[in-house]
Structure formats: C-alpha cells, structure tokens
C-alpha cells in the first residue's frame, strides 16, 4: 500500500519538483522496490518492446554522454578518413559506403562534412571529457576528437580558397542552421564564422536556415585559409 501510495505521488509530480516526503521515501528504498517503481512509472509511456534499464544516476548519466561522444567520434573518424581520400585521390562517399556494410560499423553517421555542431554533441563530448579529467583520467581520444572537429571547419575554407579564389567580399550561403523545420536557428551549429579573424575585407556570409522560424540575415565575418 505504502509503495503505491509512493507510485501515485511521484507519476502525479513528473516533470515537476518532487515533494521532500517523496523523493525521501525514494532514497530509502531497496533496489527492488525501485525497479518496480521506474517500470511502472514509465513502462506505459514506452512502445512495445522498447527496453528499458534502471540503473543509479552515475550510470544514467554516462550512458547519454557516451553515446553521443561515441557518435561525435564516429563524424570526426570520417572526416579525417574523408582528408586522407582527398590527400590520396580516393571517394570518401565510396569509402563510408564501403565500410558501413559492415554491420558492426553501419553507415550512420559516416557523412563527412565540416564537422558537428548542434546544441547536444559539443556539450556532451566536452562533458564527458571534463567528467573524466575531473576524476583523475585523461580521456586523450576526445581530446583529439575535439582538436578534429575545430581544424575540420577551417579546411572548409581552404577548399573554399581553392574553388573561389579570392574570398574577401564574396558571398557564401550557409545551409542547415536550424535543428529542424519551424525552430529557430541554433546558434552551436558548426559555422564558418568561427575560424577567426585574419583581414580587414570581411566574407560576407549568408544564412539560410531551411524551414526556420526567423528569416535569413547577414553575418559579416573575417574568414582565411589555415
């Protein structure tokens, strides 16, 4: 009685702030007893068959963030591997095609591009990153991850370059600035404004933002190669 007394309580304060006398009772349950709880609290709000694994919030967290890293380190792999194609006149799309037959690999999130930016795999990777150094351990292949991700969106201005010629003053329309259709631009999103300064003659970049809920503006940047 006292348990679903507990369930009734805590399914009526989802999404809001647990009462003190709940979140009380929650700390003082046995493993059990929880499993119980988390099953019946979101087990209806699940498709069938979908899995669902109750484990303490360390765990929880780490789950989330690691997967993201995971998939972070997945864009950054093809990227480099996209470099070396373009180095040894190879076909990166080949390549990716190629390797995600493999169904150990897959072919998500094997699209080379200038990076990944958004509001989820930036935070995530530098999250787990510091999580690591915080507990004494160096977590070197995000590092490295990270280092990629930052030099990829400079090499787009070097293949820029190599199309364009000169760039100062040219006009260059940036696609995908939102998450999805009717948000608004998302301000992470990986941008070649954020290769940094380097002449007086700023590019002149144009945002699309493909479905966004604000109309495309003008962003005035300093953009080089390198």
């Known amino acids: 009685a006292d348990l679903t007394d507990l369930l009734a309580k805590f399914t009526s304060h989802i999404g809001k702030r647990l009462p003190t006398d709940v979140t009380q009772k929650l700390g003082e349950l046995r493993e059990k007893e929880v499993n119980f709880l988390a099953r019946e609290v979101y087990e209806s709000m699940l498709a069938a068959d979908t899995p669902l694994i109750v484990t303490d919030y360390a765990t929880a967290e780490l789950v989330k963030v690691a997967a993201n890293a995971f998939l972070a380190t997945k864009i950054s792999f093809i990227n480099e591997i996209a470099n070396v194609c373009d180095a040894v006149g190879a076909d990166v799309v080949t390549v990716a095609s190629g390797m995600g037959l493999a169904a150990r690999i897959g072919t998500a999130f094997l699209r080379p591009g200038i990076g990944f930016g958004g509001s989820c795999f930036p935070k995530d990777v530098t999250a787990l990153k510091q999580l690591a150094g915080n507990s004494g351990y160096h977590f070197q292949l ?67 933002p493909s479905g966004a809920l604000s109309s495309s503006h003008w962003i005035m940047s300093p953009l080089r190669p390198g």
Not at 157 to 172: P, T
Not at 174 to 186: D, R, S, V, Y
Not at 195 to 208: E, N, T
Request: proline residues 6%.
């Open 142 to 208: 995000l590092s490295a991850v990270i280092e990629v991700n930052e030099l990829q969106k400079r090499r787009i201005v070097v293949h820029l370059a190599n199309r364009l010629g000169q760039l100062q003053g040219a006009r260059i329309a940036l696609l995908g600035l939102a998450f999805k259709p009717g948000t608004e631009p998302n301000g992470q999103i990986v941008h070649a404004r954020s290769v940094g300064p380097a002449s007086d003659q700023p590019v002149v970049l144009r945002d699309f």
